[in-house]
């Protein structure tokens, strides 16, 4: 992270030479104000990296279905209801309970019957079998045997019924039917189409979340099973969420315009979106429908934002930055300050910024309001392999859009105004870890 950001303080002061060195001092002469990206600034590479848009939805639902047997009397919830364990979701009518039960006890009481009523005819006919002529005993025995196959057949559907009616009377008791979870009630279907088997109450499971993801068709062939993947909240950089990559839906896709998405790195241009889910270690401070952006890996160690105080404007305990606003334009922000670094005169951002921003350095001609032009990496000529890596960054040249700043070996790599850092010969700076 540290030798990133000297990288980065190098780019940020190489935009602000071009510009002294063009006369426009952070703006233009069309009145535009160039603003940096805030990630830059930290030497934090993004460019380099794939991001997707996320959103925080229930890790489970759990459906409840009805008892095709029973009739709902009541239903106690509707959609969007927030429900806990234990609460009551609906209820049965009693009168049609025993109604079913009623009638179940009359088939039964009819197989019976039934059945004795073969037990009867059989006896009959094998007493008249004995009495009747050798000619006659083929007709006999076949008559008892087809009595006896339909008595077989009525104890078995006796049997199932029996088993019915027992199955009744234990659930005749159960007229009321409470919530296993606690979540919210995403869907009820009506009572007439219960007898399929899509479930009567659906409810969505809260407290345990999960995150959707959204990725292009180039960038959804990067991910994988069991991926690494930190979730960040949008409004709180420091807020993050560790998980894995456990599901990768490629078998769909939907269109959608990617100035919507903001994390994914695209062109813009309308292309498939494919989503992918992320089980998470721990989801504690996370609200379901939150958005947050997603990005390959562990949590930093340290992703606390630390602005040099050269960015900032002091009044009083209030303090304040120009940056760019959602349409870019200028804007006067507030931020929230935390510890002060004096060795490197820099504060910790506590609210206010993201990596996501875009900032200017403080000057007199700045306005609210201002047209702003956006500069990062790619702004340089941007990605890891322009300027050789982490680790060919002082041995040889780095490559900047329109020239290259030689570090020659054992001689001095001038990034910081009043001062030089040695670069000893190997390519990295003395004090500057690798």
Not at 52 to 57: D, V, W
Not at 204 to 218: H, L, N, V
Not at 383 to 389: A, F, L, P, R, T
Request: glycine share 8%.
């Amino acid at each position: 992270m540290k030798y990133n950001r000297i990288l980065a303080l190098a780019l940020a002061l190489c935009l602000a030479l071009s510009l002294v060195l063009t006369g426009c001092s952070g703006t233009k002469s069309d009145s535009s104000a160039s603003v940096q990206s805030v990630a830059m600034l930290m030497g934090v590479e993004i460019s380099g990296v794939n991001q997707y848009s996320g959103i925080t939805e229930a890790q489970a639902t759990v459906k409840v279905r009805k008892d095709a047997n029973k009739k709902v009397a009541e239903c106690f919830v509707e959609v969007g209801d927030e429900v806990h364990k234990g609460d009551k979701l609906f209820s049965y009518d009693t009168d049609a309970l025993e109604l079913t039960v009623t009638s179940a006890e009359l088939e039964v009481e009819q197989l019976k019957n039934t059945i004795t009523n073969y037990e009867t005819q059989i006896k009959a006919l094998e007493k008249e079998k004995k009495k009747a002529s050798s000619s006659e005993q083929l007709n006999y025995t076949l008559q008892i045997q087809e009595a006896e196959l339909n008595k077989s057949e009525t104890e078995y559907n006796l049997k199932k019924k029996e088993a019915e009616l027992e199955q009744l009377k234990d659930s005749a008791g159960e007229t009321e039917v409470y919530a296993e979870v606690d979540g919210i009630v995403k869907s009820i279907q009506s009572d007439d189409s219960s007898g399929s088997d899509d479930a009567y109450i659906t409810i969505m499971e809260t407290g345990t979340y999960r995150i959707k993801g959204t990725a292009s068709e180039e960038s959804i062939r990067s991910l994988y099973s069991g991926m690494e993947m930190t979730a960040y909240s949008r409004v709180d950089s420091s807020a993050a969420w560790h998980g894995t990559v456990d599901t990768i839906n490629t078998g769909s896709a939907e269109e959608e315009n990617n100035n919507n998405n903001y994390y994914d790195g695209d062109s813009g241009q309308s292309s498939s979106k494919y989503s992918f889910y992320v089980a998470l270690d721990d989801s504690e401070g996370l609200l379901i429908g939150q958005h947050v952006y997603l990005k390959p890996g562990a949590p930093a160690e340290d992703d606390s934002i630390r602005l040099p105080s050269g960015y900032l404007m002091m009044d009083g305990d209030k303090a304040t930055v120009w940056a760019a606003d959602s349409k870019d334009k200028l804007e006067l922000r507030t931020v929230t300050l935390g510890e002060h670094d004096e060795e490197n005169d820099e504060y910790i951002i506590a609210d206010g910024l993201t990596l996501e921003d875009y900032i200017a350095y403080p000057e007199e001609d700045l306005k609210a309001g201002m047209p702003v032009i956006r500069y990062d990496e790619d702004s340089f000529g941007g990605d890891e392999e322009s300027y050789g890596g982490d680790e060919e960054l002082y041995d040889g040249e780095v490559a900047f859009e329109g020239g290259a700043y030689p570090a020659e070996d054992g001689g001095e790599f001038d990034i910081t105004e009043g001062g030089d850092f040695p670069a000893e010969e190997g390519g990295v700076p003395e004090g500057v870890e690798d």
